[in-house]
């Protein structure tokens, strides 16, 4: 299966930038009030946070936060190309558990 080595290979890539980014923002991924709060940020703050990262100012924590939610888009956007051919894609601890934090707040901003 030529495909899965291919999704497993991007998935590996994504996790350890994720992984990189959330040392640098210094996130326990097992935290998850932490997790859901940068979840909830991500989908919050997204235009703002990314105006502020390219105004020249170098704030290397707001760089990487924008980076992460650039990843959880190549992320989400992973797990739906490879299950629309019926495979499972996922990464590691630091995935599932944004994965995870996304869905949820994704779900209560539907419930409201």
């Not at 210094?26 to 989908?43: P, R, S």
């Not at 959880?72 to 894609?89: D, F, K, N, Q, V």
Request: negative net charge.
């Amino acid at each position: 299966m030529a495909g899965y080595e291919h999704y497993d290979e991007i998935a590996k890539q994504i996790e350890h930038e994720i992984v990189v980014k959330g040392i640098v923002l210094g996130i326990d991924w097992t935290n998850e009030a932490q997790v859901g709060a940068l979840a909830h940020e991500a989908l919050d703050q997204l235009a703002d946070d990314v105006k502020r990262a390219a105004s020249g100012h170098v704030d290397y924590k707001l760089r990487a936060k924008v980076d992460l939610y650039g990843l959880a888009a190549m992320m989400l956007r992973t797990m739906e190309e490879s299950a629309g051919i019926g495979i499972e894609s996922h990464g590691g601890v630091a995935w599932k558990a944004f994965a995870r934090a996304l869905w949820k707040e994704a779900e209560l901003r539907k419930s409201r």
